[in-house]
């Protein structure tokens, strides 16, 4: 399977506890996005990365979540101190930068659920 | 601010009746639109976008800027149509950040 990939898909944490998602992005894919997704809403965006620079975060992303994308290939979304509001599937997508290629390639989500 | 609203969250119709799945937007530049679909435990995934103005699995949407709608038209709906479908808007150009409304079940009926 050469799509987008992230792991755990799901993840069942106490509050308080550190988690951290993985996505591995399509190879030639240059940018990479984290999103959030509620029950009974849209993905929201959380923040994107072109290879290895970050270069844009949502008002979203509190101080306790960090993403990183070290070598400008698979990311990892950490979320720090978790509390039961940061339950919601985690959703990573990549694409090429291109003109005419605005598409994006989701990845199958991480479920997150504090307990 | 650009915002997508998706007024209906559930569409109910019987097979080969017509499908309009409503959305509109505010946005004060200019937009780009999406229609993305996720079946039944699959990803999400583009369906279409207005630039390209094609048909795909037999669904059109027209972007209306004067209403600032791009609703997502099928003629006869089919069972397998059956799914969340997510209406997306971004800026033309630039880092392509999509902003998604909360989407619309379709629900097709034998």
């Known amino acids: 399977d050469t799509g987008v990939s992230q792991n755990p898909r799901h993840k069942i944490t106490k509050r308080g506890q550190n988690v951290t998602f993985r996505c591995d992005p399509i190879s030639e894919h240059n940018r990479l996005y984290w999103y959030r997704q509620t029950l009974g809403q849209g993905p929201e965006f959380l923040t994107y990365f072109q290879n290895e620079a970050q270069l844009e975060k949502s008002r979203l992303l509190s101080d306790r979540f960090s993403a990183e994308r070290p070598k400008g290939s698979f990311s990892t979304l950490e979320i720090q101190r978790t509390e039961q509001g940061d339950s919601a599937m985690y959703l990573c997508a990549s694409r090429p930068t291109g003109v005419w290629t605005e598409t994006q390639y989701f990845g199958p989500g991480t479920r997150l659920l504090v307990l | 601010a650009q915002r997508v609203t998706q007024p209906e969250k559930l569409l109910s119709v019987f097979k080969g009746a017509p499908v309009e799945l409503k959305c509109n937007y505010s946005?004060?530049?200019?937009?780009?639109l999406f229609w993305y679909v996720q079946y039944s435990r699959q990803r999400l995934q583009l369906l279409l976008r207005h630039i390209s103005r094609e048909s795909i699995k037999g669904f059109t949407a027209d972007l209306n800027k004067g209403e600032t709608s791009f609703h997502l038209k099928k003629p006869f709906a089919q069972e397998e149509d059956s799914a969340m479908y997510y209406c997306?808007?971004?800026?033309?150009?630039?880092?392509?950040?999509?902003?998604f409304g909360r989407g619309t079940s379709l629900i097709v009926h034998p």
């Open positions: 997306a808007l971004s800026s033309s150009g630039g880092s392509y950040i999509p902003t």
């Open positions: 946005y004060s530049g200019s937009p780009e």
